[in-house]
């Protein structure tokens, strides 16, 4: 595939998506639609492209690979776009780290063709790292605790383990992913929902049987990846 993921999250999922829409109904385009937030929920800002940064490349696109970079929405613990994504749009990553995840999903769309591999991070900048670092020591919007982290006070975010002063993310060699089913783009129910920092997220957290084999499934579909104990959807290089 030669199409590249360029510009904004919305822009970025369509072309990733909408090749394969070809033959859905309008109802299942629909769906796809709603899975992914509104343009208004992107902060404008100048859309200044930085350059990728040296070693890395830009994800190239697969049949079963969309990508929604939520750091650059309101979609995250934040409630807000981070610093550095307004123009780190792209999915950004390490050469290697790159053919891992289009490996994964090609093996994904022969294995399990009903299913993908949905994107929430790649690259991220230090500059958004540092962002996550001082939203930590804000004070706390309760809508947002109580959605993104119920039992654990954001200044402990970091000490927990659940936000890191450095970053695989940074060397562009960790990934957040999901599975989603195809033709709708719902994503496989996993206990939990991205950025969710509690016990629920982690290896520990108490979910159902379906929930322990979907996460089960996601590692065994990122096959070159290791993935962490306390967030079921985050994954780095396993020769990193
Ligand atoms: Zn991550």
Redesign the pocket.
């Known amino acids: 595939m030669k199409n590249i993921v360029r510009g904004w999250p919305l822009v970025l999922f369509c072309s990733v998506a909408c090749n394969s829409d070809a033959g859905r109904s309008q109802e299942q385009r629909q769906t796809v639609a709603s899975a992914v937030p509104a343009r208004g929920d992107v902060e404008k800002r100048p859309a200044i492209q930085q350059p990728i940064p040296a070693g890395m490349v830009e994800l190239t696109t697969h049949s079963r690979l969309r990508v929604q970079l939520v750091y650059a929405t309101t979609q995250n613990v934040t409630g807000r776009p981070l610093e550095g994504y307004q123009s780190n749009g792209r999915c950004v990553l390490r050469k290697d780290t790159a053919d891992a995840v289009i490996a994964a999903a090609r093996d994904l769309s022969e294995s399990r063709p009903a299913l993908g591999i949905l994107l929430w991070?790649c690259y991220?900048p230090q500059v958004a790292v540092d962002d996550l670092l001082a939203w930590t020591q804000m004070p706390t919007d309760e809508t947002l605790k109580s959605q993104y982290f119920p039992s654990i006070d954001k200044r402990q975010l970091v000490n927990a383990g659940y936000i890191a002063e450095r970053?695989?993310?940074t060397k562009g060699t960790?990934?957040?992913a999901t599975l989603v089913e195809w033709s709708t783009g719902t994503p496989l129910d996993m206990g939990t929902r991205h950025d969710y920092f509690d016990k629920l997220a982690g290896n520990k957290g108490k979910i159902t049987n379906l929930q322990r084999a979907n996460r089960r499934l996601l590692q065994s579909v990122l096959h070159d990846f290791r993935p962490?104990a306390r967030?079921w959807?985050?994954?780095s290089l396993t020769n990193e």
């Open positions: 991070d991220r970053s695989s993310h960790a990934i957040d962490y967030e959807w985050h994954f």
